[in-house]
Every structure is written in C-alpha cells, then in structure tokens.
C-alpha cells in the first residue's frame, strides 16, 4: 500500500491536465508525465467535421464553377477590312434548341452583352454562359451592311467559343436622290435605244435597283451601286440561281428574280 508521499512524489499531484490551446478543428491538451510534475508531451486531437447531409428529394448544387465560354463579333467588309465604331448586341435566350440550332419566336433573354467593335475589327465577350444567343448590329453611319438575317451563336460544352460576323460592302451606302432613273441610267452602259428611252425602277433599296426600259423585249435589270456608281448585276432574261445571288449580297426582297436551283 503507496504512502500519501510516495504518491505525491510518484505521480504527478492532482494528475494535472490543461489546456494550452483550441484552435478552429483542433483541440490541443497537455498533461504531466514520467516522474516529474513538470510538462511533458503533448497530445493533440484533430477533430473534422463533416457537411449535413441534404434531406431527402432536396436539390443538390455542385460547388464547381458553371462552365462559361466566348463570343467573338466581327465586322468587316468583303475584302475583310474592320468596321470600326458597329454598336452589337448577344443576348442569351431563355429557350432553345442547341442541337437544332434553333431559337423559338417571341422567346424572352435572359442575359444581355453589348459593346462596339474596335479598330481590329472584332468584340469578345468572355466568360459568358453557354447557351442560346442572338445576336444584331448597329452599322456606324456612312456604312454599307450587307442585307442578312438573324445572326445567332449556340455555346455548348463542346464547342464553348463561337464566332459571328456581320459584313459590309465596301463601297459606302447610296446617297439620297441616287434611285432616280435618271441617276441609274446615266452611270449604265446602254444601247443607244434605250438611252432614250423613258425608265422605271421597280425596286431600290441601299445598293440594289430593278430598272427597265421601255423599249421592244426585256430590258429589264439588277444594278447595284458600286464604288461611286452603278454597275449591271445581271440582265433578264439571266439563269443565275438564288443561292448564289445570296451568297452576292443581294437583298432577299429579290428573290423573285431568280431561281430556285
């Protein structure tokens, strides 16, 4: 049987245990040891917590970043020089069909970019959702945009960035006035009846007429202002196909003068 000394002497008295420290996910205790009352050895005790579990049937939202990509807008002309100062704007569709790449009519956005192109000729919009977007210009005046439809872009996983482009003829846009018969008339080079010949536009709008004569047979043509005049696109009778008259910048209002091949 231990005295109360030899207790005392052996152990350390009153087995003393302090704590020297909690930290955030660590408990720190130290306690004597040996044959000394002095401080010996350290115990320390790693504590992890773990997240609550999600009840059951309640969404579970993933803690990676939403994947993103990239819009690049261009407009240039034909012969690909930069159209400065062209205002454009993509907006992200709230419905879509990226596989068909379709965007349903009357469709609400839910997301809207907008920037001017610079003097490379090109905007990027970075980081932005994947998705469905439209996307439409402003020309700079004094331009000449090429007549086109809807612009879209459709981001996905796979193919995240996309570029679109919007085209310019290089030749400025026709003044005022420059429909006039008389101002088609007199930049054409014309058989000597039909410079005489009382002329009617049927059509004008931008860079592109329908004009004719009245002479015998079909003096009838597609002109297009060119440069600083204008120039014949085509004589009917003519057996150019609409596709590639689209592929020439001429304006859909014009599809009635050409084939379907």
């Known amino acids: 049987m231990r005295s109360n000394e030899?207790?005392?002497?052996?152990?350390?008295?009153?087995?003393?245990?302090?704590?020297?420290?909690?930290?955030?996910?660590?408990?720190?205790?130290?306690?004597?040891?040996?044959?000394s009352d002095t401080d010996a050895g350290v115990v320390t005790l790693s504590v992890t917590s773990s997240p609550a579990a999600p009840a059951a049937g309640a969404p579970v939202t993933s803690r990676l970043p939403a994947p993103v990509g990239r819009i690049v807008v261009e407009a240039r002309t034909r012969s690909g020089k930069p159209v400065a100062g062209t205002a454009v704007t993509a907006r992200r569709a709230a419905q879509c069909d990226s596989a068909r790449r379709d965007i349903p009519p009357g469709t609400a956005y839910l997301d809207t970019f907008t920037g001017t192109v610079g003097a490379g000729g090109s905007i990027v919009f970075g980081g932005v959702p994947l998705g469905c977007y439209s996307a439409s210009m402003t020309p700079p005046t004094g331009s000449n945009p090429v007549p086109e439809g809807m612009h879209s872009a459709f981001l996905t996983t796979g193919s995240p960035n996309v570029t679109i482009t919007f085209r310019f003829n290089d030749s400025p846009a026709s003044t005022p006035g420059a429909c006039t018969a008389a101002a088609i008339a007199a930049d054409l080079d014309l058989p000597?009846?039909?410079?005489?010949?009382?002329?009617?536009?049927?059509?004008?709008?931008?860079?592109?007429?329908?004009?004719s004569w009245n002479v015998p047979g079909d003096?009838?043509?597609l002109v297009q202002h060119r440069g600083a005049a204008w120039t014949t696109y085509v004589s009917f009778p003519h057996n150019q196909c609409w596709s590639e008259a689209k592929r020439n910048g001429v304006p859909a209002d014009l599809v009635k003068y050409f084939g379907k091949c």
């Open 6 to 35: 030899s207790w005392s002497g052996r152990d350390c008295l009153g087995m003393r245990i302090r704590m020297i420290g909690v930290l955030v996910g660590v408990v720190v205790l130290a306690g004597c040891a040996g044959n």
């Open 192 to 211: 000597q009846a039909q410079k005489s010949a009382a002329a009617k536009v049927a059509y004008c709008k931008g860079d592109w007429a329908v004009i």
């Open 219 to 221: 003096s009838q043509r």
